[in-house]
């Protein structure tokens, strides 16, 4: 298989409403899509970057500016026939994993089309469908909070997360485990307290939570491993894993009891799986996280999450959650799950009409 060239595309994608954390408040979604043309089929890959370097170093312009000056012409270089060969020839490359895991995702995504077989297929898929678990964030009120958990939990949502931050956690919780009783609970802090919390973070213990996650800077390893010494709530690392590397060196440390999986920030879904596979081979559970993707990062989230070792309900809520027109067909639960594409790569490709009605830039990189 030949790569001819890459296009990178941004579409603009208002959201259902604002999505409040404790690093920024979004109302809409800049994505930046890649698609991979190559002489035997084409690819789409998501970059799930965020406006600001807010959630991680790495921002949308930059991805676009490393892709077209770095990365675009390195595999050009190489000559790559295979998503396989992309990690290691842009490893000379520090960082900028979602980058890169944009542009494996579309040769993979490409490479698997051409074959025949599934993105699922090629992961090790051992599930047709996986549970849903719906992210909610940070809002104006508690009664606004108990009512929009009430509505995820009327439309069959799985599992809740909550997201919280100082001000915003002891007292929301208490409030969610009041109102539903022994509803599959998570809470999320972004990276919001630190060390000196410890007490007041072991006061969620009682609430029988599934995890709290990432709940100190991404590089304070060492004192999550503190932490989780401290507190009975299963410590589950985010920000801070981002290759497989890290992740055993969290594990070993006894810094994190569960892993959450997000594809862009280790660097790609080969990268995940390494992951999964490591956790999996030390008893470790994880789960696939989310970046609000559109259908075409849904997908390959639903593959992911249908790995063997998955074994928590994951962010792969439906495409209603946060968009009411998303670029694919919309994916609908039902029964509090969602379907895992099983047609060839992704499974799923962009409703033109939508995506030229959403599209705000387009740029051509040959290769």
């Given at each position: 298989m030949k790569v001819e060239g890459f296009e990178l595309r941004r579409v603009a994608m208002p959201l259902v409403s604002p999505f409040r954390t404790s690093f920024g408040t979004q109302t809409a979604r800049d994505i930046l899509l890649v698609r991979a043309v190559t002489d035997a089929a084409e690819g789409w890959g998501e970059c799930v970057t965020l406006p600001d370097p807010v959630y991680s170093p790495e921002y949308t312009d930059g991805a676009v500016d490393v892709m077209k000056r770095f990365f675009i012409p390195a595999l050009a270089a190489a000559?790559?026939?295979?998503?396989?060969?992309?990690?290691?020839?842009?490893?000379?490359?520090?960082?900028?994993?979602?980058?890169?895991?944009?542009?494996?995702?579309?040769?993979?995504?490409?490479?698997?089309?051409?074959?025949?077989?599934?993105?699922?297929?090629?992961?090790?898929?051992?599930?047709?469908?996986?549970?849903?678990?719906?992210?909610?964030?940070?809002?104006?009120?508690?009664?606004?909070?108990?009512?929009?958990?009430?509505?995820?939990?009327?439309?069959?949502?799985?599992?809740?997360?909550?997201?919280?931050?100082?001000?915003?956690?002891?007292?929301?919780?208490?409030?969610?485990?009041?109102?539903?009783?022994?509803?599959?609970?998570?809470?999320?802090?972004?990276?919001?307290?630190?060390?000196?919390?410890?007490?007041?973070?072991?006061?969620?213990?009682?609430?029988?939570?599934?995890?709290?996650?990432?709940?100190?800077?991404?590089?304070?390893?060492?004192?999550?491993?503190?932490?989780?010494?401290?507190?009975?709530?299963?410590?589950?690392?985010?920000?801070?894993?981002?290759?497989?590397?890290?992740?055993?060196?969290?594990?070993?440390?006894?810094?994190?009891?569960?892993?959450?999986?997000?594809?862009?920030?280790?660097?790609?879904?080969?990268?995940?799986?390494?992951i999964h596979d490591l956790a999996t081979a030390h008893g470790i559970p994880v789960w696939c996280g989310g970046m609000i993707e559109s259908g075409l990062g849904r997908a390959a989230n639903l593959a992911l999450a249908s790995l063997p070792g998955f074994t928590l309900p994951g962010d792969v809520s439906a495409s209603g959650r946060f968009y009411e027109t998303d670029i694919t067909e919309p994916f609908v639960m039902r029964d509090g799950r969602l379907d895992v594409p099983t047609g060839p790569g992704l499974g799923v490709t962009p409703v033109a009409a939508i995506l030229d009605e959403l599209t705000t830039a387009v740029e051509w990189v040959p290769v």
């Open positions: 000559g790559i026939a295979d998503a396989t060969s992309i990690g290691e020839v842009l490893k000379p490359f520090k960082a900028h994993r979602m980058a890169k895991a944009a542009l494996e995702t579309a040769v993979l995504d490409a490479e698997l089309r051409a074959e025949g077989r599934s993105f699922a297929r090629e992961l090790g898929s051992v599930h047709d469908s996986v549970p849903c678990g719906v992210s909610v964030g940070i809002m104006e009120s508690v009664p606004q909070l108990l009512d929009a958990v009430g509505g995820y939990l009327d439309e069959g949502y799985a599992r809740i997360k909550l997201k919280i931050e100082p001000g915003w956690d002891i007292q929301v919780v208490r409030a969610v485990r009041e109102r539903f009783g022994d509803v599959l609970l998570q809470v999320d802090a972004n990276t919001a307290y630190t060390l000196g919390d410890a007490r007041h973070l072991a006061k969620l213990d009682p609430f029988d939570l599934l995890l709290i996650e990432q709940p100190l800077e991404e590089e304070d390893v060492l004192g999550h491993a503190e932490l989780a010494k401290v507190v009975k709530t299963p410590i589950c690392l985010d920000e801070s894993i981002t290759s497989a590397q890290t992740a055993a060196a969290a594990i070993r440390l006894g810094a994190t009891s569960v892993i959450n999986i997000k594809p862009g920030r280790v660097g790609g879904y080969l990268e995940a799986r390494r």
